[in-house]
């Protein structure tokens, strides 16, 4: 006992000098990971964030609820977006109800997102009872379509020298998380070839004449409000990944590693099959949201800020891994986690 503790005294010093190295090496992308969180904040932010961890530290003794400050506060990116936008209908002049019939849409193509992928992962042979629920999912989403092109007369007038609208992204890559998903699908044979199903129809929005041909028809202004409520969507979308990645991490360390027995695996599995579906659903929607700001002319900035989401940037660590873990120095999160921190 006595020579392990000499030991560990004599090799206290050159031990602490690799570490100091190892750390002196890590520093500097430690430090390019915090600030690209610090820069997605403002200074503001930041300063008010540093007062209440400041106040919580000194008084979470003897007031142990201050600790409450640390729980999320989220505030949905699209209704602030929303919300200001409708401001900005009585102050500057713009006709009123645009911005909550903008919301109307892309709620509409969310709806077709959904639909399209149901459909896409039934079964060859379904029921009678599921071709009935997707025919009257097909006639709501169908009703809405036309309610919604109706009103649209009345913000989008007469187009002119419209060019040919490009073929609509069902979402098959995100079907599943592996690298090489594609599957032959079946096609839908409930409709000809002239009839186009509902969830596959596109709607008289900006976004699908294009930037150009917005400024041609004098929707300029109109595209620049989908393109804000697009933004304001895919800010809350890679909130909710982040939260089911989070998740998914959460339960293959709580629910998946402990499971001693099959029915306790069995339950970890669909939960975590569960959260997978999450994840897949948000990738989907982002990736329609983040194509979408293409065609309507966002800035250079913008799309530096809203990446087209890869696979492997969804993986995540399934392990309990130790800070004294050789090599954790070069591991940096995905460009998502460090989007929009002050919305989260």
Not at 245 to 253: A, D, E, F, N, V
């Amino acid at each position: 006992m006595n020579d392990s503790n000499w030991k560990k005294t004599t090799c206290m010093v050159p031990t602490l000098m690799t570490k100091w190295k190892c750390m002196l090496l890590g520093f500097p992308r430690s430090k390019e990971s915090f600030e690209a969180l610090s820069a997605s904040t403002d200074e503001e932010a930041l300063e008010a964030w540093q007062k209440e961890y400041d106040d919580a530290m000194e008084a979470r003794q003897n007031y142990p609820k201050i600790m409450d400050t640390f729980n999320v506060q989220l505030r949905k990116g699209k209704d602030l977006t929303q919300l200001r936008l409708t401001g900005e209908e009585s102050t500057k002049g713009l006709e009123k109800g645009i911005a909550g019939w903008l919301l109307t849409g892309l709620k509409i193509q969310e709806a077709q997102l959904k639909l399209t992928n149901d459909i896409r992962k039934a079964d060859q042979n379904p029921s009678v009872a599921e071709d009935l629920k997707t025919l009257e999912r097909r006639q709501r989403l169908e009703v809405s379509i036309l309610t919604f092109q109706h009103r649209s007369e009345k913000f989008m007038g007469r187009l002119k020298d419209v060019p040919a609208m490009e073929d609509r992204d069902d979402g098959a890559l995100w079907d599943s998380l592996d690298e090489n998903p594609f599957q032959i699908h079946p096609e839908d044979a409930e409709y000809s070839e002239d009839a186009i199903p509902p969830e596959r129809a596109s709607l008289n929005l900006p976004l699908q004449i294009g930037f150009m041909a917005a400024i041609a028809n004098g929707l300029q202004t109109l595209a620049a409000q989908e393109l804000e409520l697009h933004k304001g969507l895919m800010n809350d979308i890679l909130h909710k990944l982040r939260m089911a990645l989070g998740l998914k991490s959460y339960l293959y360390r709580k629910r998946v590693h402990p499971a001693n027995s099959v029915r306790t695996m069995t339950r970890a599995q669909v939960e975590v099959h569960a959260a997978d579906q999450t994840v897949l659903a948000c990738t989907r929607l982002y990736s329609t949201n983040q194509r979408a700001i293409m065609r309507l002319g966002t800035t250079d900035e913008d799309l530096a800020l809203y990446r087209p989401l890869d696979k492997k940037d969804l993986h995540v660590k399934t392990a309990i891994i130790e800070a004294s873990t050789s090599g954790l120095r070069n591991v940096n999160l995905a460009w998502f986690w460090t989007v929009d921190v002050t919305g989260d």
